[in-house]
């Protein structure tokens, strides 16, 4: 027969294990909306863009409150850091590191060029209308990105030896990287291959 003592101990594991679920589902609870309004506000700035998606638009697309949203996030420049954050994890720029294998300059940008016009070419929606919607988004946003760019740029730069045009060099790569200059060759009609390649074929990179 059970003692007293023995059916207080029990209880009391019973309800520590009921407290401890309770506080681990409000805890997972907690997470999963905070993700749904990420989830939404990317969703949106890939859709109808940044300078379009409201604070309002985000919470009705992950079905919660502005209340709630601002629970999570204190206004919407920490949303979009959030967004940012999860965007590019879930979309890496291309590393350079492999292209810092290549000696060649020509050849090093050719190959960074096509990996790069294909990473624009699957995220052309995202890309594009942050491109587009820059001057509405908060500035580390624009520094996001001219990091990225900036860190492409100098592993292209790299292999040209010191007694090049370096001026002139640097204008033609920044132009070959940017995202713009693929759009507009895009819409052209070539492909990122064909596109690499006829930047690569360009005066500067063969003078």
């Known amino acids: 027969m059970e003692s007293k003592d023995g059916r207080g101990a029990l209880e009391v594991a ?3 294990s009921s407290r401890g679920y309770r506080m681990r589902k409000r805890r997972e609870d907690v997470e999963e909306t ?3 309004i990420v989830d939404a506000a990317v969703e949106l700035h890939g859709s109808v863009g940044p300078a379009q998606t409201t604070i309002s638009a985000i919470a009705e697309l992950a079905g919660v409150q502005r209340s709630t949203l601002y629970r999570h996030f204190a206004d919407e420049v920490a949303v979009f850091g959030a967004c940012s954050s999860q965007w590019f994890e879930d979309h890496p720029w291309p590393a350079a590191s492999a292209w810092e294998m290549v000696a060649d ?4 940008l050719g190959v960074a060029l096509r990996e790069l016009y294909g990473y624009y070419d699957v995220n052309r929606a995202m890309l594009g209308n942050v491109v587009r919607d820059m001057a509405a988004m908060p500035p580390f946003v624009e520094e996001l990105m001219r990091a990225q760019v900036s860190a492409t740029h100098e592993a292209l730069m790299a292999p040209w030896p010191v007694e090049a045009d370096r001026e002139r060099l640097f204008a033609a790569v920044w132009l070959a990287i940017d995202f713009r200059a693929w759009q507009s060759l895009d819409e052209a ?5 064909a596109a690499a390649e006829l930047m690569t074929s360009l005066g500067p990179f063969r003078a």
Do not use: I, Y
């Not at 009609?189 to 291959?193: E, F, K, N, R, Y």
């Open 34 to 36: 905070r993700q749904r």
């Open 189 to 193: 009609g070539l492909t990122a291959d």
């Open 105 to 108: 300059p020509v050849e090093r």
């Open 14 to 16: 019973s309800k520590s």
